[in-house]
Nanobody
Framework: QVQLVESGGRLVQTGESLRLSCAAS????????MGWFRRTPGKEREIVAA????????YYADSAKGRFTISRDNGENKVFLQMNNLKPEDTAVYYC????????????????????WGQGTQVTVSS
């Protein structure tokens, strides 16, 4: 089992920045992939960004490109999502996810590829 705890979500104004953090604990294997997803009411969970274990490979949803940056600290078992120039449409619950190792360059872009999920952290962007 892997436990994931997100933090950093809060209410911000349009154009502001936020940094989300996710701490992983438990039975963590090397070469794991991690990602950030989000969900708004009435919609399915969607990928925001994902990162390989090595950090060399990343994936961004079109909505995140140029504004969000995913990074990780394997020594601390943490993954981060730096979100800049936030917009009201970024309002959502953001979830951290973990996938068992498929190689140091593996990146998963689909929710079905991930094995464990955090409880989520609410991000609200007011206009």
């Amino acid at each position: 089992q892997v436990q994931l705890v997100e933090s950093g979500g809060r209410l911000v104004q349009t154009g502001e920045s936020l940094r989300l953090s996710c701490a992983a604990s438990g039975r963590i294997f090397a070469n794991n992939g991690m990602g950030w997803f989000r969900r708004t009411p009435g919609k399915e969970r969607e990928i925001v960004a994902a990162i390989s274990y090595s950090g060399y490979a990343t994936y961004y949803a079109d909505s995140a490109k140029g504004r969000f940056t995913i990074s990780r600290d394997n020594g601390e078992n943490k993954v981060f999502l730096q979100m800049n120039n936030l917009k009201p449409e970024d309002t959502a619950v953001y979830y951290c996810s973990y996938a068992a190792g498929f190689g140091s360059l593996w990146v998963g872009s689909s929710a079905s590829e991930y094995d464990f999920w955090g409880q989520g952290t609410q991000v609200t962007v007011s206009s």
